[in-house]
């Protein structure tokens, strides 16, 4: 799956939540300020056509764009690239960066507690199961 650009990316989470949708509703969707030129975000989109993130229903000159791919598989597929790219195929390298430096003090006792509740509900004595 290819990386999307930041434009690309910002446009597909527009589609994302709006499921469907012309360029118009894309557009108005955007959080930019000014809005982008309608010729812009037509381009990109078109773009997103030729990578295969976006299909289109044609209704005379006028498409209406859905999604191709989900929100899950992007996510799943940035992951991975990321992984390689920064963390040497390792979610330990991964989550160790992330509790040092970006999980608050709350945040990183909210995540032990969630390991702690996980480990008590997986190791319980075959006696205890009914």
Do not use: C
């Not at 999604?67 to 963390?87: C, D, G, N, V």
């Not at 160790?96 to 008590?120: A, G």
Request: net charge neutral.
């Amino acid at each position: 799956m290819e990386e999307l650009t930041k434009t690309e990316e910002r446009i597909m989470q527009a589609l994302w939540k709006l499921k469907k949708a012309f360029v118009k509703d894309i557009i108005e969707q955007l959080p930019d300020e000014p809005k982008p030129p309608y010729n812009t975000v037509s381009s990109v989109v078109r773009i997103l056509e030729r990578k295969a993130y976006v299909g289109f229903k044609a209704y005379g000159k006028t498409y209406e764009y859905f999604p191709l791919i989900s929100k899950t598989e992007y996510r799943a597929a940035s992951l991975k690239r990321m992984l390689s790219q920064y963390f040497d195929n390792s979610p330990t390298a991964l989550v160790s960066f992330m509790v040092e430096e970006t999980l608050s003090q709350r945040e990183k006792q909210q995540l032990l507690d969630l390991l702690h509740d996980s480990e008590s509900t997986t190791s319980k004595p075959d006696g205890d199961a009914k």
